[in-house]
């Protein structure tokens, strides 16, 4: 028989200590099909105490239960009928997590793919947390995996590698800062479970894309301990980046669930309320609607649904403070109807929210298998986008199979894509590399993927990833080959870090990690996926590069502006906001196949910023120069007549420190084949 409990607060969802008592309150359609929630504390000796839950109409089920403390396990059990055919769940053999969970601990069964839900006190000092706000447009982008960033760093100490206080360790923080991003974007941190085909085959979920509560740190990234202690990491981890003038963003998967297809096990949501939570299919409602490729999709247009996002979301931000979220499969997140919709509830909301305004948002703008599910360049105003379209055109730039147009519209900020939804370039989140994919080493090494270890049969050649690997695949010992291969990953990473837009740069490429080929390591918790820190001259000058690279941009506003560049001249210079240029000094042939080279001129005195005083940024005029050839070419530099051009970083170095000196306007400057660099000339302000 079921303890009492006096009736809670059907408004805090989830569990929430007050200081004498917790309030539980869990969304469940059971009472509307005659069934019951009850609360179940689960004790360390395998006993079970069970509370009164009470119902409101809507389906709310709450209590306050004294007996219910911070750091005790708890789960609930729901019963109803169990029919399928009608897309119910109901089973009160089956212990249910909490969806509002804020932590998790292992359960007691010890089964691999169980948790239990833990009561966590939320009291945590925030003093003197300042999150660094830093401009989309200003921010460089660091993705990167708590676990495999940390784990094999050897300056860190080992009881904290691979987890939240190891990411915020000074050695971590330092090498962060010194190379130059803004902004920490990490891989799921959601409390996550391991697919059972994967357990099955001795692998386990890496990445974190199966979420299992939306509001709980992930209990394997805590070195505190799993009782609530996770949560306060987490905090700590948040709070010493900032002070470090670092942001965390966070990836969130709110597209489907771990529980998986249909016939799975159910974990959470379906035994509570599987006609809720879950798009069924309207012609059998046994079986879910799949736009996602992994079982299941959240009914992102249920109002319980939005609101357990939406309060997720805020929770992160007010309790957490975090500083942005990057939307796995957002487009999946617009379909209220069943159809990607830009008027979607969601977008609605997200835009009118005071909490969620402040942050950055970023999308991955497509999902899987509908008709509509590609969706770049048509989220709403405030959000930005991973840019494919970037990724392709400047891979193929590189391999030699995309013309200069190409080249230049994604160098000014993919005006093509994002102009028309009342954008400007910092709707681009530009990359050439994401954990999606193979690492920026691997892309220039390896023509096919070599995913054997995946054990799934799926290593055909892979046409998408194929890269100029100069001949040779995989890992070579012959130092051309090295050396081509590094040139080519430095073009590809000041390409990245020179256009208009946001730059994403993916974690431990400045270093050429490699996943040996491998372009989807998702189940590779192993040094496949783990960060080498292991120093090499290669890697140290990679890394050199790169930090050169983010410099740069930083010091120059005219690589990072605010609106689109327009071809016209701003009051007072001589000089259009941007001038192109080919080879010869003359207009580009934009179409010509056999046009290698391309020079942007950008005007200092028009870099589209203002000073938080309000008046324009001004800057030195920035020559962005590439030459996608094999030949030197002697380019006679363009510019004010007064210019003096020093040139700031060149991928023909490999730290990309050029040779000192200067270059007058109207003198030749020699470019040698497959090279990018940058210089700039000061102007009178």
Not at 248 to 268: C, K, M, Q, R, Y
Not at 375 to 381: A, C, N
């Amino acid at each position: 028989m079921a303890a009492a409990s006096t009736p809670g607060d059907p408004n805090l969802l989830g569990a929430t200590w007050d200081g004498t008592a917790t309030n539980l309150a869990v969304i469940s359609s059971a009472g509307f099909y005659s069934g019951n929630v009850v609360a179940c504390r689960l004790g360390e000796d395998h006993t079970e105490q069970q509370f009164t839950l009470f119902a409101t109409p809507d389906g709310v089920w709450c209590g306050r239960i004294p007996a219910l403390r911070p750091g005790d396990r708890y789960a609930f059990r729901s019963s109803g009928p169990h029919d399928p055919a009608r897309g119910l769940y109901f089973d009160p053999t089956v212990l249910l997590s909490d969806p509002y969970a804020k932590a998790f601990t292992p359960a007691l069964d010890g089964g691999a793919r169980n948790r239990n839900s833990v009561v966590v006190d939320d009291t945590y000092d925030w003093a003197g947390d300042i999150p660094p706000r830093t401009p989309t447009v200003d921010s460089v982008f660091y993705e990167t995996h708590v676990r495999g960033l940390t784990i094999q760093r050897p300056d860190i100490p080992v009881a904290v590698r691979g987890t939240f206080a190891g990411l915020a360790s000074p050695p971590m923080l330092t090498y962060l800062k010194k190379l130059g991003v803004t902004t920490i974007e990490l891989m799921p941190v959601h409390e996550f479970l391991s697919e059972q085909n994967l357990l099955d085959r001795g692998l386990k979920n890496f990445w974190g894309y199966s979420t299992l509560g939306y509001f709980a740190p992930h209990s394997g990234y805590s070195s505190a301990g799993t009782r609530g202690e996770q949560v306060i990491e987490f905090r700590d981890m948040v709070k010493t980046a900032h002070t470090a003038g670092l942001e965390i963003v966070i990836d969130v998967v709110f597209n489907h669930t771990a529980e998986g297809a249909a016939d799975g096990p159910s974990l959470s949501w379906r035994g509570l309320a599987n006609d809720v939570y879950y798009r069924l299919d309207p012609n059998d409602p046994s079986r879910y609607v799949d736009t996602t490729g992994t079982g299941n999709s959240l009914a992102t247009g249920q109002p319980e649904v939005l609101r357990m996002i939406l309060d997720s979301l805020r929770y992160w931000v007010t309790e957490m403070h975090v500083d942005g979220f990057r939307f796995d499969l957002a487009a999946e997140l617009a379909r209220q109807h069943g159809f990607v919709d830009r008027t979607s509830a969601f977008f609605d909301l997200l835009y009118q929210d005071p909490v969620l305004g402040r942050v950055k948002l970023v999308a991955e703008p497509w999902d899987v298998g509908a008709p509509d599910s590609y969706q770049v360049g048509r989220f709403p105003p405030r959000w930005s986008e991973w840019n494919d379209r970037f990724r392709d055109d400047i891979r193929d730039y590189w391999r030699g199979s995309a013309d200069i147009g190409s080249l230049a519209t994604r160098l000014a900020g993919s005006s093509d894509v994002y102009q028309g939804t009342r954008r400007g370039p910092d709707a681009s989140t530009n990359f050439v590399t994401c954990h999606d994919g193979k690492t920026l080493a691997d892309l220039v090494s390896y023509r096919g993927k070599h995913n054997q270890a995946n054990q799934m049969g799926d290593s055909a050649p892979d046409a998408f990833d194929r890269s100029d690997n100069h001949g040779v695949e995989g890992p070579s010992a012959d130092p051309v080959i090295i050396a081509a291969r590094l040139r080519d990953s430095r073009n590809l990473l000041l390409t990245v870090l020179t256009a208009q837009g946001v730059p994403l740069l993916l974690g431990g490429d400045e270093r050429r990690r490699t996943q040996n080929g491998n372009n989807n390591a998702y189940c590779q918790d192993n040094a496949i996926s783990w960060y080498d820190w292991t120093a090499s001259v290669e890697s140290d000058a990679l890394t050199a590069f790169t930090s050169l690279a983010v410099a740069t941009r930083k010091a120059h506003p005219a690589l990072s502006r605010s609106n689109f560049l327009t071809g016209t001249t701003a009051p007072g210079s001589p000089l259009a906001d941007v001038q192109w240029f080919g080879a010869d000094g003359n207009q580009p042939r934009w179409n010509d196949p056999q046009q290698r080279f391309l020079c942007a001129l950008l005007d200092g005195r028009s870099t589209g910023s203002t000073s938080p005083d309000g008046t324009p940024t001004l800057d030195d005029d920035v020559l962005v120069i590439i030459n996608g050839g094999t030949g030197t070419v002697p380019f006679t530099l363009p510019g004010r007549s007064s210019a003096v051009y020093t040139v700031l970083i060149t991928t023909d170095s490999d730290d990309g420190r050029p040779a000192a000196g200067t270059t007058a306007v109207g003198s030749p400057l020699a470019v040698p084949g497959r090279t990018m660099l940058i210089a700039t000339s000061p102007i009178p302000h």
